[in-house]
Structures are given as structure tokens and as C-alpha cells.
């Protein structure tokens, strides 16, 4: 993919570059680039991996504005003729190697927080802004959120306290635990994916180790089928996802091989209080999975302001990288 090299003017007035900030080998954030470049829009590269060692930083605070060079493998940005920042998951800062371990963590804390601080007080239109990302990544106060916003969503329970559990799998069961924040489990021997799971009597009569971090708990809810649906600023793409087996019927990302995709229509009342949620949360971008129950209701599980897209957009043909080009360039000049 092409990226812009040249060294710029130290004050420009346009702002016609859209700042991406994923990994280098991430094939998601291409396609979105690929998109944009075929709005002829000039597309600048950032992985955040980068710095300090092979990018830099010097702006000044101009007014109520910082201005200056973002320097990178890529060659330089002037900060002034970013019009969007386009978020994609950014890699860890890397400090060299040569520093102490306290001096690589304080090196590194001190780049995200320089980074992120002036990129963050541009006033660009960002997919997504970190800061509502990071705020959308609370479970427990999504789940209000939804039901604020009019969607509909299951029991749910966070707790520490085994009794607990087993009152409301009485009063909801059968009820299914999921993670509250991380999905991963890293180990010695690598990382192991943490999947929602439905809990059997002999879970319920042995839940040691309860007492060490909140769980979630939910009613499992009955399930004619499930969509992802994936929205940027007011465009829906609703996705149907059809499980063809047991244990993707309780997770489908068990079990890809036994899934199968179709675009399907997203209800009125669904679609206002996603919109809803969308401008209470500040995002202008959202993964969300909901389950359709034979009554056809569609009930709310949880918003990914940073959830995958790639495979439905292959497996459906949905434009999705070309949404977010169209939303990122709305009002570049």
C-alpha cells in the first residue's frame, strides 16, 4: 500500500490526511487504507510499535492546538493536516532494549500518555476516540447503558459470592459465565482464548475460586439465531449467524467451521436504540452481538468499540472498509 513519504511544510492550512494507527501486518486497518486511497485521500501510517526507536515526536502547543511533525519510518506528518485518525488496535510501544525494566515500563507509560495526549486533543474526527473505547469496555455499565437506550438485555449477575450464583441460576437457569473484561488467558505456554460457557450442575455445586475476581453471569438466553451487527456512524450491516453445532450454539467463535452468514435486516427499535447508545457512548464505531429468540426479540449481549469485521465483509460482502472511508473523509478539506 502507498504511503506518503514526503517531508512536509511546517504549517499547512489542509487538512486532507487521515492518520492510521494500527500494526503493520494488520490486513483489517489495510483495507480500510486501501478504501481511502480510492477516495484519493493521502493515507499516513502509524504503528505505535514504532516509537520511540524508529519514529519521533516534536510539536508545540499553538493556541489551543499543538502543531508540529510526527516523524516515522513513513517520513514526517504535520499534525495540522490530519482531518481523521482511524484507530485500529495499535501495538505496544517499544523502548529499547539496553533500558532497566523500570526505565523500559516508564519509557513506555510516558510515550502512551505523550502520544495519545496530543493525538487525542486534535478536534478530528476519530473512529474510534480511545478514550470512549476504553469507556465502552465496561461491561456491567454497557448493560445499563442498553437498557437506558431501549434495547433489550438478559439477566445478568456480577458477583464473588458462590451463593450468589446458585440463587440465580435457581430463579434464571440454565445461565452461562463470561468474562468480565479479558477474553484472553495467557499462560507459560501462550494464550488461551476465555469463551462463554453454560454451566452444568457439578459447576454450580464446585464454584471455588469465585472469591478471587467478579464473574458474569447471565440467563441463557433461547436462540433462533444470533447477529453481529456492525455499525459505522448511521450505516448497519446486520449479519445472521447460523450455528451448526453444539458448542457454537452457546459461543460461535467455538467453532467457525460450523457457522454460516447472511445479511439480514435490523429492526426500527433496535436500529434507534443502537444509534442511541452509539451517541451516549461518543462512538462512531460498534461490533454488537445480539441473539434473536424464536419470539424474534432481539436481546443485546455486548458492543466491541474495536470488534472484527474482516471475515463478515468476506463472508457477506458487505462494504464495511468502504463505510468507514466514507466516514472517516466526510468533511476533509
Known sequence: MPIATETVNPRST??????????????????????????????????????????????????????????????????????????????????????????????????????????????????????????????????????????????????????????????????VCKPVAVGVLHTDGGAVAVYTRLLTEADLADLSGLEYAPHLFQAYVPKLYEVRLTVVGEQFFAVRIDAGSPRSRVDWRTDYLALSYELTDTPPEVRAGVLNYLRSADLAYGAFDFVVTPEQEWVALECNPEGQWEWLAYETGAPIAEAIADYLTEGLT
Open 14 to 175: 489542509t487538512a486532507d490526511t487521515v492518520l492510521v494507527m494500527a500494526g503493520a501486518s494488520d490486513t483489517t486497518a489495510r483495507q480500510v487504507a486501501a478504501a481511502l486511497e480510492k477516495l484519493h485521500c493521502r493515507v499516513w501510517w502509524f504503528d505505535t510499535a514504532d516509537f520511540p526507536q524508529r519514529a519521533a515526536l516534536s510539536v508545540e502547543l499553538d493556541g489551543e492546538r499543538w502543531a508540529g511533525l510526527l516523524r516515522g519510518p513513513a517520513g514526517s506528518l504535520e499534525l495540522d493536516r490530519v482531518g481523521a485518525v482511524y484507530m485500529r488496535r495499535p501495538g505496544a510501544f517499544v523502548p529499547p532494549v539496553h533500558l532497566t525494566e523500570a526505565e523500559r515500563w516508564h519509557a513506555a507509560m510516558e510515550s502512551r500518555y505523550g502520544i495519545a495526549g496530543v493525538l487525542a486533543s486534535l478536534p478530528v474526527r476519530w473512529c474510534n476516540r480511545p478514550a470512549s473505547s476504553a469507556d465502552a469496555a465496561y461491561k456491567a455499565r454497557q448493560l445499563t447503558d442498553f437498557a437506558t437506550c431501549g434495547l433489550a438485555v438478559p439477566p445478568t449477575l456480577v458477583t464473588t459470592n458462590p451463593e450468589s450464583v446458585r440463587e440465580f441460576a435457581a430463579a434464571h437457569g440454565p445461565i
